[in-house]
């Protein structure tokens, strides 16, 4: 399976899933920048991928802003010439119960887990579109699916209308030699969920057919997949990756 001379980004690439998404990139042969809003771990990890022999940007970006978004773009083609692979990743993931929802809250979990998103294909698009290559691959979750009482709503929501979003950059740029694909994880141990009571944790594994949660690097195989050459006939699909917890 191979990205041999890919351009990839990953944004909040810099721990938890994403860091295993720039990992496992990197070692299919990938050059990887690393979006995050946290630029010392991006530069530790872009230390890391160096490493293993491939090249590596560290960019402090925060994904809800046009203009970063545009000057993050704008500074990996500059390095390397061209954009392969999106990976829209970042999000944040806040728990107030329904009725406990602020506007504000409402507001800046859509702005950077799905107009994030938004911004980073559309200026990813105009480099991959001219190329006439490009993956575009979103990280949504089984929320997004069936909806969730521990994660807010505005996660679930954020998370169904990046399935969405992606599904219509499928269908737009389908004859441009760009795919689009979203991978929904269920429960993965990361910083994300570090804090959840320790009962839900179990409740959750106890619910998963495999038996137990995922670790960011069982996500990562599946993002790595979607990004390869191998994938070419994959657009607007949702993979699952949770252990069976949902099956459809
Ligand atoms: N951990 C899980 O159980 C789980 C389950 C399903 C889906 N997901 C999804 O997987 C993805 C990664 O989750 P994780 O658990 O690794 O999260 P995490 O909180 O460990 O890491 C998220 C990263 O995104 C960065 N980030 C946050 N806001 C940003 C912004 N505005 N701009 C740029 N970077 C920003 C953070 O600095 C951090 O490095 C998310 O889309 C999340 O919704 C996670």
Redo the contacts with the bound molecule.
């Keep these: 399976m191979g990205s041999q001379g890919r351009v990839a980004v990953v944004?909040?690439?810099?721990?938890?899933?994403?860091?295993a998404i720039c990992l496992a990139l990197a070692r299919q042969g990938a050059d990887v920048a690393i979006?995050?809003?946290?630029l010392p771990?991006a530069d530790e990890l872009a230390a890391e991928i160096e490493a293993l022999g491939r090249r590596a940007l560290a960019l402090r970006?925060?994904?809800?802003?046009r203009d970063e978004v545009r000057e993050m773009v704008g500074r990996i083609v500059a390095a390397w010439g061209r954009l392969d692979i999106l990976v829209?990743?970042?999000?944040?993931?806040p728990m107030a119960p329904f009725d406990q929802i602020t506007d504000e809250q409402w507001a800046r979990t859509l702005a950077?887990?799905l107009q994030?998103p938004f911004i980073c294909s559309q200026e990813a698009v105009k480099v991959m579109k001219p190329q006439g290559w490009g993956r575009i691959i979103a990280?949504?979750?089984?929320?997004g699916k069936m909806g969730s009482v521990r994660s807010g709503a505005d996660?679930s929501a954020s998370?169904g209308g990046v399935i969405a979003l992606t599904m219509c950059i499928a269908r737009t740029y389908a004859r441009s030699g760009i795919t689009a694909n979203v991978v929904?994880?269920?429960?993965?141990?990361?910083?994300?969920?570090r804090n959840w009571p320790q009962e839900a944790l179990d409740d959750l594994e106890q619910r998963t057919p495999l038996g137990y949660?995922?670790e960011?690097e069982d996500?990562a195989a599946a993002v790595a997949f979607l990004a390869s050459d191998e994938a070419r006939y994959i657009t607007g699909e949702v993979l699952d990756v949770n252990g069976g917890f949902l099956m459809d």
């Design positions: 944004t909040g690439g810099a721990r938890g899933i994403g860091r979006a995050d809003l946290n771990a970006v925060d994904v809800s802003r829209n990743n970042a999000a944040i993931c950077i887990n994030g990280i949504s979750s089984v929320a996660y998370k929904a994880p269920g429960t993965v141990h990361t910083d994300l969920n949660l995922a960011p996500i």
